[in-house]
C-alpha cells in the first residue's frame, strides 16, 4: 500500500491537468526548467565570481549618507501660528 501504481499516477496527472489547464501547466513547466538550468549554472560558476558579487551586493547594503539642507520656515506659517495653546 506504500507505492503509488502507474494507474493512481495517471489518475493524478488528469486531475491536475483538469484544475490547472494545459496552458497553465506549460508555464509552470517552462519555469521550473528555467530554474533548474539556472541552479546548474550557479553551482557550475567560478567561485571567485561569487566573491565579486559579495562584494557588489555588501556595498549596495550599506546605507549611503544624505546630506540635508536645513528647511526654512515658510511665509504661509510663522513660528507659534498653528498651534491652539489654552491660555
Known amino acids: 500500500m506504500g507505492s503509488l501504481s502507474p494507474i493512481h499516477w495517471l489518475i493524478v496527472i488528469v486531475v491536475i491537468l483538469l484544475v ?3 496552458s497553465r501547466l506549460a508555464g509552470v513547466g517552462k519555469g521550473l526548467g528555467e530554474g533548474i538550468r539556472s541552479f546548474k549554472k550557479g553551482i557550475n560558476e ?3 565570481d ?4 559579495d ?3 555588501e556595498a549596495a547594503k550599506e546605507p549611503k549618507l544624505v546630506e540635508k539642507k536645513p528647511s526654512e520656515p ?3 506659517m510663522k513660528p507659534g ?3 491652539k495653546s489654552s491660555v
Open 20 to 22: 490547472f489547464g494545459p
Open 74 to 76: 515658510s511665509d504661509e
Open 46 to 48: 567560478d567561485p571567485a
Open 81 to 83: 501660528e498653528g498651534t
Open 55 to 57: 562584494k557588489a551586493a
Open 50 to 53: 561569487d566573491e565579486k558579487d
